[in-house]
């Protein structure tokens, strides 16, 4: 028997570098008596400072945020035990991201191309207790197995660091923000760049640059 939720109104707190987004977002949870916007910001450190402090119920991070790496937040919440439900938002939709995202401990995984009804049912899903999963992904791709026959992807074959390292590489961040963004040395970030690219046989950024293109891991603007 599925738990009754408490019928209260849940705190929101919602983070994305694009002011138009947020209010968009704010507009949508304003306009449900359910929900109610504690905060909104653009940085990722400032996100997991109103995380810590106001523990809002849920927190709507783009995948993207700049200074403090998303899934950085989200580990540091799921160590320091906040309650706080992490529902992402991106534009990338590959196995791998979607798969690190749910291991690190997001409780749902969105589409920006979503239409907007959908973060509400993601919502009421991760208030729950369960995860949310945007239906525009194809589940069975994603969690199915993978059959015998087929080549290894290999994306898998990074690690969790590896992987964050190689996102943020070809979105044009530098290796000493990426340090910064993912608290490591940059020595640390230049291991893991060789690393990567020694598992992907790509040896220079703009080599992975084309991979992520021709794999729409990145869209040309």
């Not at 929900?35 to 997991?48: K, T």
């Not at 994306?155 to 961040?173: A, M, N, P, Y």
């Amino acid at each position: 028997m599925v738990p009754i939720r408490e019928i209260k109104t849940y705190s929101v707190l919602l983070a994305d570098d694009l002011t138009l987004v947020r209010e968009g977002l704010a507009a949508l949870c304003q306009a449900t008596p359910q929900y109610r916007v504690v905060g909104q910001c653009s940085e990722g450190s400032v996100a997991l400072r109103m995380i810590e402090t106001q523990r809002p119920d849920i927190a709507v991070l783009d995948l993207g945020l700049s200074d403090l790496y998303t899934l950085e937040i989200v580990r540091k919440v799921r160590e320091a035990n906040i309650p706080t439900r992490i529902v992402v938002l991106s534009t990338r939709k590959d196995r791998k991201t979607v798969v690190e995202a749910l291991r690190c401990g997001v409780s749902g995984f969105l589409l920006k191309s979503d239409p907007s009804a959908q973060l509400l049912d993601a919502f009421d899903q991760v208030l729950d207790g369960g995860i949310y999963v945007s239906p525009g992904l194809e589940l069975h791709k994603i969690f199915g197995p993978v059959p015998k026959t087929a080549p290894e992807d290999p994306l898998d074959t990074l690690s969790t660091r590896e992987h964050q390292v190689f996102t943020l590489l070809v979105e044009g961040i530098r290796a000493k923000e990426i340090a910064a963004r993912l608290e490591l040395s940059p020595k640390t970030v230049d291991t893991y760049r060789a690393s990567l690219m020694r598992k992907l046989d790509i040896h220079d950024v703009a080599g992975l640059v084309k991979f992520a293109i021709h794999r729409d891991l990145i869209s040309l603007r």
